[in-house]
């Protein structure tokens, strides 16, 4: 027989609140943790990403200080002397300001997590590698000039 009072439907909707509670709990822990995951993807894309923008601007001072070196090797017999070391020059003092761009860059670059799932290249071997293809440039500057 039912209970004229209701305490029945009262103790039947509180478990059916509390378990809900419990439900909604579980399912809150889940997305925090659901987000400290995409939170940790999302700083490695970043890493990644400024670790390809640091290839490309050495890429494109190597692409550069190639180009300065062909440009006055290419010119002479052909234009004035002057010409193909002045453009060499110039290509070759950009190469040097892309090698200077990507350490500055790489050091001034995205705040890293602690714990990220992939670890970034040592900024101690970067900007020695930096620094000597900076100092390649300006042998080939000098070698320009010099010829």
């Not at 709990?25 to 990403?49: N, P, W, Y």
């Not at 494109?60 to 193909?84: E, R």
């Amino acid at each position: 027989m039912a209970d004229p009072s209701g305490k029945d439907d009262l103790h039947k909707e509180t478990r059916e609140i509390k378990r809900g509670v419990r439900g909604l709990e579980q399912s809150s822990a889940e997305l925090a943790r659901e987000a400290d995951r995409r939170t940790v993807l999302s700083a490695d894309r970043t890493l990644l990403a400024a670790e390809r923008t640091y290839a490309a601007w050495i890429r494109t001072a190597l692409a550069a200080l190639a180009s300065g070196i062909g440009a006055t090797a290419l010119t002479k017999g052909v234009l004035p002397l002057w010409v193909g070391k002045f453009s060499g020059s110039i290509l070759v003092v950009f190469a040097g300001f892309c090698l200077v761009a990507a350490v500055w860059r790489e050091l001034r670059g995205v705040e890293h997590l602690k714990h990220p799932d992939i670890r970034p290249i040592p900024k101690a071997l970067l900007v020695p590698i930096s620094f000597f293809l900076l100092l390649v440039a300006v042998a080939a500057i000098v070698g320009i000039w010099s010829s």
